[in-house]
């Protein structure tokens, strides 16, 4: 799956938790994206997903 297209999934899923704030949001979906590319053999450096979430949550208005 496309990373940017993984990052928005995830965005948008989190999105609805409100208890929990921006900046942990965020930790939680770059960790769950590299552990998701790791499991299909995929390895990103973290400054390429990190930018990944960043433009996802960009869009979410969290």
Known sequence: MHIQKLA???AALIAVMSHVGK????TKAIRF????LNHQGITLPQPVISA?????FSYTNI
């Open 8 to 10: 928005g999934h995830f």
């Open 23 to 26: 900046a942990e949001c965020k």
């Open 33 to 36: 994206i590299t552990a998701r």
């Open 52 to 56: 990944a979430v960043e433009k996802a």
